[in-house]
Structure formats: C-alpha cells, structure tokens
C-alpha cells in the first residue's frame, strides 16, 4: 500500500510539474525554433541533468535540511523515511514552518494571476477580477494578516514562516518578471546557440521554484520530490521540443495549473495548522483540476473547430 501511494505522490508531482511550466515551455519552444538541431539536443539530453538535479533535487533538499534543526543534509534526504524518534520529533516540531510558507507562497502565486497576469477566462468571476487588478496587494496583505494572526497563537516561529513565504514570493516574482522579458528577448536575437541554451538553464532555475515548493504539499521526501519533478521537467523538455504546438491548442491548462495551485497551498495550511490532510489529498486535487480543465480545453477545441 505504501509503494502505491509513494507512485501516486511520484506521478502526481511530474503532472503538476508539468502544468506549471507549460507557459515557460511555449517559450522556451519559440527560442529553440531558431537553434541548430544539436543544440536542441542538448537541451534536451545534458540540459535535463542541471534542470533534475542541481534544481528539482538540491533546493528541496537545501530547505529541508535549513527547516530541520540538527539534521545533517545528508540524513535530510531520508529523513522521512527514518524510524529515529528524534528524528521524526524534528520534522514534526519544524515542518509547519516549512508548510506555512509554502502555502502562503502558493496562495499568493494564485492570487497574483487571478488579479494581474493575461488567462483565457474559464470561471465565473475571472474578467471582474481582472479588471480589478489593483485588489491583488489588498488580497495578498489580508492572506498575510490572517495567516499571522492565527500563526501567532501556535508560536512566533510559525508566524515568521508566513511572513517569509510572502517575502520569498515578491522577491521571485522580480526575478520571474525579468526572465520573461530576458527569454522573450532572445527570440530571434543574433546570440549563438550556447548563449541562449545558458540563458534558457538560468530562466528554467528561476521558474522552477513554484513547482519546487508546490512539491511539499505532496510530500517531505527529497527522494520522492526528485522523481515526480524530475519526470516532469524530463517530460516537459520533450513536449517543448516535439509538440509544443499541441499543446498550446489546450487553452485552459494554465488554468487548471493554477487553481491546482491553489489547492496544493490550501492543503499545506491545513497542514500547517494541524488539520490533518490525507496524503492522497494533494495528487487527487491535482488529477480533479487538472482533468476538469483539460476536458474544458478539448470541448472548447472541438467547438472552434466547428
């Protein structure tokens, strides 16, 4: 029973991996139309290792281990698996400041494309918001009061790790914001292929992040964390290559990578609180919303088409 929620968590992860970063693939296709078919190659083959590991595999570990007082980074890898009580005492007593300022990273994330960032409108409500994009610094500020304010009652340390999430997500957000503009740029620019395929590593780095702490709502197992993510970016690298242009067709999968957002930082929360979450919680959300805007996608496909 464990192995198959262990696949469950792994096949879950490499999904939302994959849906969170199709709008960085489209891009990412359009940069590598102007390259050789060896750099392509490269991308795909050499540049996966980077992406895997010093990505999807050393920042969950680095914020394990940085969560896990008197942990070594080494026992971090496996901590979850370990039947050492002390251990298990560690990652009991840290881990909601770790869970807390995922959520209210993930959460803010949602909040800032509900409000700000261009979406194919596919709820109720969507446009109105849009229009009031200006409602995203109020929203955001009130998550946080809220959020420290009940925090605070648990210990001041977990009140920190929310303040940290939202500091953490203004932060990578100038950094995302930047990338873009920079990725966007080497379309069609004079640069040599070993020049845009290191700007594309570097940009991939910083997207990275979100389907990073978005893994914790799954799971605490760097192991774990780095397979399911590990597949997707591999996936990803393959869709971006081969059919980025299917893809694109699906108009309401970021949706469905967002409001998926949402719930992975609901859950981790809840977590954080003490509200116990089934582990199974997170990949099922993610199925659901993902296969609801995926079905969406196909019936507003088919009806274009007629």
């Keep these: 029973m464990q192995i198959l ?22 891009v990412n296709a359009e940069v590598l139309s102007g390259m ?31 969560t896990l007082p008197g942990v070594g980074p080494l026992d971090a890898l496996t901590a979850t698996f370990s039947s050492d009580p002390s251990v298990r005492s560690a990652i009991d007593h840290s881990s909601p400041v770790l869970l807390v300022g995922g959520g209210c990273f993930l959460v803010f994330l949602f909040l800032h494309w509900l409000f700000l960032e261009p979406k194919n409108y596919g709820m109720a409500g969507e446009r109105f918001l849009s229009r009031h994009g200006e409602w995203f610094y109020a929203a955001a500020s009130v998550v ?7 925090a605070l009652e648990a210990g001041p340390l977990l009140a920190f790790g929310a303040v940290v999430g939202s500091t953490v997500f203004f932060i990578t957000l100038g950094f995302k914001q930047n990338a873009d503009r ?10 040599s292929d070993v020049s845009k395929i290191l700007f594309l590593e570097v940009i991939d780095s910083t997207f990275s992040i979100d389907g990073v702490l978005g893994a914790f709502a ?9 397979a399911g993510n590990g597949l997707g970016a591999f996936l990803v ?5 081969r059919s980025v242009a299917t893809i694109k067709r699906y108009r309401f999968l970021k949706n469905g990578a967002m ?27 993610t199925f659901a919303t993902v296969g609801f805007y995926f079905l969406k996608s196909r019936r507003a496909l088919r009806s274009g088409e007629r």
């Design 5 to 26: 929620l262990w696949l469950l968590t792994v096949v879950g992860l490499a999904l939302f991996e994959m849906i969170s970063s199709v709008d960085n693939a489209i």
């Design 36 to 66: 050789s078919a060896r750099a392509r190659r490269w991308f795909l083959g050499w540049g996966v290792l980077f992406a895997v590991f010093a990505v999807r595999g050393i920042l969950p570990l680095f914020i394990v281990w940085v």
């Design 144 to 150: 946080l009061c809220v959020l420290a304010w009940y």
């Design 182 to 191: 920079r990725e966007r740029s080497l379309i069609g620019s004079g640069l």
């Design 218 to 226: 799954f799971t605490l197992a760097v192991p774990l964390i780095l």
């Design 237 to 241: 690298r393959e869709i971006t290559v």
């Design 259 to 285: 409001y998926s957002i949402l719930f992975l930082g609901v859950i981790m929360l809840l977590d954080a609180f003490g509200i116990p979450i089934p582990s199974w919680a997170s990949p099922l959300a």
